[in-house]
């Protein structure tokens, strides 16, 4: 345990996550693939190229199926921590060495489109579906198992996207951005929990300094444990970005610095949605924890 002085804070409703852990931490590494000549709208270029195609951004985006993802399992394969990846299912064709070691490792796939640059926000009903079902079907017949989870592509959806993530029994989403905790998400075609996602990723800071990263992610763990007991801390690298030395020597550190505390929960959203349903809740307010 750091020697640093932890309150010990309190929660009304007396639930911690299991083990009487504090915190729940989970790992998402985002595991993208473009369509052919197409790549992220972000790179690291920052000349202007005065209208041609960024050649060079493209094949900056395949550094993530490469490189980025092996260089990430390694070191949760070390500290012992099952990941989350979310990836699209095109990365079955493009990079199946990467979702072999990813299984052999006992990590998580959570589907995330066919292909990064076609969202699922943008479909029409009957696209959007018959999208939802091909990524799941990809995974499926590439790993003999069906993703419990969905990420929709830059976690934009519609509010027809629960109901064909339910109907495909998908069991826990990756996309709302007004929880905290867990909450049950309640359809026509099934129930599925909501997963609380960062807000805060690794490509904020293709700008800045890497440091930037280990800093916000340890002062945030640092306030929901020492004054949030039951709280959840989602980090999220972009295999192409946060697979790169010059910024995984930061994720690395903030490993190695978090395993330090002994009442910590690393986890995947499979086991949060796990173990919020059999608690049989149907969400947890912030209010009725410190009110």
Request: charge should be negative; hydrophobic fraction near 40%; glycine fraction near 10%.
């Amino acid at each position: 345990m750091p020697q640093n002085k932890i309150a010990r804070g309190t929660n009304n409703i007396g639930l911690l996550w299991p083990n009487g852990k504090r915190i729940a931490v989970y790992v998402t590494g985002m595991l993208e693939v473009w369509s052919p000549g197409k790549g992220p709208e972000y790179t690291v270029q920052t000349t202007s190229l005065h209208g041609a195609k960024d050649h060079g951004g493209i094949v900056w985006s395949t550094y993530g199926g490469k490189i980025g993802v092996f260089r990430i399992l390694r070191a949760l394969n070390e500290f012992g921590i099952k990941g989350t990846f979310a990836a699209n299912g095109m990365i079955t064709e493009a990079y199946p060495d990467a979702i072999a070691e990813i299984v052999k490792g006992g990590h998580e796939i959570a589907a995330h489109g066919v292909w990064q640059d076609e969202q699922i926000n943008t479909m029409s009903s009957d696209e959007q579906q018959r999208t939802i079902k091909r990524t799941l079907d990809m995974f499926e017949k590439a790993t003999g198992r069906r993703p419990a989870g969905w990420m929709s592509q830059v976690l934009a959806f519609n509010q027809e996207t629960p109901e064909f993530l339910a109907q495909e029994g998908v069991r826990w989403w990756g996309d709302l951005k007004d929880i905290d905790l867990p909450k049950m998400v309640h359809t026509s075609r099934g129930d599925l929990v909501a997963v609380p996602v960062s807000e805060f990723t690794d490509n904020r800071l293709l700008r800045g300094t890497p440091n930037d990263f280990f800093d916000i992610q340890k002062d945030t763990f640092d306030y929901l444990y020492s004054h949030e007991p039951m709280s959840v801390l989602n980090i999220i690298l972009h295999c192409q970005w946060g697979g790169r030395p010059l910024i995984f020597a930061q994720f690395r550190k903030l490993l190695e610095y978090i395993s330090q505390f002994e009442d910590v929960w690393f986890t995947t959203p499979a086991e949060i949605a796990d173990w919020f349903i059999g608690q049989g809740l149907d969400g947890i307010s912030y209010r009725s924890r410190y009110f």
